[in-house]
């Protein structure tokens, strides 16, 4: 299910790349080259991922008394043996989807279905979060793995599953694999 999901957010960015490039002027050769560099070494994810995993509930508006614990965001990192999807989820209903290629959707929280099905990812990892383990880089999921980063006001944890295990419900952590398809299924939705 997540493998058809991911293929059409790949699909849809990639017609969009398409058009883009169909309506630019046509350069000669040697300006497509230089144009092509330019654009793997300004490739913004690994930024826009490192800002993810670095907010803080006071920049999401969130105020969290001192003696609880609360899990204010979950940044997903999917192997896609090739590449890598990273959805970024935060308790604010803010969603986003960054491909390691460059694609990706930023903002799809801003519809009131995305936020809703963000919102409950959040809340329901925050149940799980205490499995993670603490970690000192927030390395990419290899060998058909994925990655959760649970960002908390007590510090992150992440916890890593294989992917297929998932899917098949065979892993603990397939509910919170479930919630993650439902939050990506509607950004897609509302990205069509």
């Known amino acids: 299910m997540l493998t058809y999901i991911l293929i059409g957010i790949v699909s849809i960015v990639g017609i969009g790349i398409l058009i883009s490039c169909n309506n630019k002027p046509k350069k000669e050769t040697t300006e497509k080259t230089e144009q092509t560099e330019m654009t793997v070494e300004q490739n913004p994810y690994m930024d826009m991922r490192k800002m993810a995993l670095t907010v803080t509930a006071e920049q999401l508006g969130f105020q969290i008394p001192g003696d609880s614990i609360k899990v204010y965001g979950i940044v997903s990192d999917l192997d896609m043996g090739g590449g890598t999807a990273t959805v970024v989820t935060y308790l604010t209903g803010d969603a986003s989807i960054y491909l390691s290629s460059g694609g990706g959707f930023i903002g799809a929280g801003q519809h009131e279905s995305v936020q809703k099905v963000t919102k409950e990812f ?27 980063y649970f960002l908390s ?19 603990e952590f397939s509910k919170l694999f479930a919630d993650l398809n439902n939050v990506m299924t509607e950004i897609r939705l509302k990205s069509e």
């Open 122 to 148: 959040v809340e329901n990892g925050h149940l799980i979060s205490f499995k993670g383990k603490q970690f000192e880089n927030p390395d990419l999921p290899t060998n058909g793995n994925a990655n959760f």
């Open 153 to 171: 006001n007590m510090g992150q944890t992440r916890i890593t599953e294989n992917i297929s295990k998932m899917e098949s419900g065979e892993s």
